[in-house]
Structures are given as C-alpha cells and as structure tokens.
C-alpha cells in the first residue's frame, strides 16, 4: 500500500471514531450486583447500566459505589456511544478494594479489613480478650485479672466504633 491510500485509510479512520465525552449525571440508582449505575443527565436524558467497574463482573482491583441523588462524572468508553463509565464522583457511598484475597471497604458503619476469612475486627477482639485473660504465676499463686481491665474493655469499644 502506498503511503497516500495509508493516509487516506487513517484520515477515514479518524473520522470514524467518536470523540469522548463527559458527561453529568445524577444518580437514580445503582445496581451492586451488576456493578451499574442508572441515572439523568441535566436535560432528563436517561442513561442507564453505566459501569462502576473497569471491567463487568471482575473480582479485583478498586471501586466506588456512588451515593444515589448524587451526581457522577461519566464518560463513553472508545467508540461505543451507549456504554459509559463512572469517571468521578460527588458522595460516595462505599468503597471497596480487592487485592488478591485481601479486601478492604470502607462505608458510613466503618471500615472492614479482610484477608480471607480472618477480619481485622476479630483479631482485635480476639487480642483484647487474650488481654484481659492474662494472669502470671506468683510466688502467691496466680495473679488476679489485670488492675487496668476496664481501659480495655474501652479500646474494645473504640475498635468496635471504627472497624466492622
């Protein structure tokens, strides 16, 4: 192929292709599972199944789900004028991020923390209570519970309001 039918092709090309744009939306809903948000632009133009995650239904890597009345920032993906994707967000409502078998999310009831199925909150809890346990043998027998058992029974408590 000669190079003026190569440029020829590429200037066909170019004409081709859809420009990106952003676009305002508000949120009407949002679907979890799907991992989709349904919602209306400025002009109540309805927009729906636009993708929270880069990938549909992919079990790794980060996301946010968007609070619904909000308003996210969405953008076509490539030349497809109907599929869209969440670029930013004005509240958020959860976010999550999965690496490997670690996750962590974070919502208005906290922050949970995972590695399989050992979460952050139980090994707290389990500390506190080993803690709390600790007695050490004297030349009078075992010692009674620690004199400052009641502060941990308080840093339970704050665990328990930050971690879930």
């Known amino acids: 192929m000669s190079f003026d039918e190569e440029f020829a092709d590429g200037l066909k090309e170019m004409t081709r292709r859809k420009a990106t744009e952003v676009i305002p939306i508000m949120v009407m809903s949002v679907d979890e599972t799907k991992m989709t948000v349904d919602g209306m632009d400025q002009d109540s133009v309805d927009y ?17 789900i968007p609070a619904i009345g909000s308003w996210i920032l969405a953008s076509n993906i490539g030349k497809v004028d109907t599929t869209y994707f969440v670029v930013s967000t004005t509240e958020i409502q959860k976010a999550v991020i999965n690496i490997g078998e670690l996750e962590a999310e974070i919502d208005s009831q906290g922050i949970s923390v995972k590695k399989g199925t050992v979460g952050l909150l139980t090994v707290f809890d389990d500390l506190i209570t080993a803690i709390k346990a600790i007695t050490v043998t004297t030349s009078q027998g075992p010692s009674g519970t620690p004199l ?12 328990n309001q930050l971690l879930k």
Do not use: E, P
Not at 148 to 159: G, H, Q
């Open 148 to 159: 400052n058992f009641a502060s941990f029974d308080l840093v339970k408590t704050k665990f």
């Open 48 to 64: 729906f199944d636009i993708r929270i995650q880069a990938s549909q239904g992919a079990t790794q890597g980060s996301f946010v």
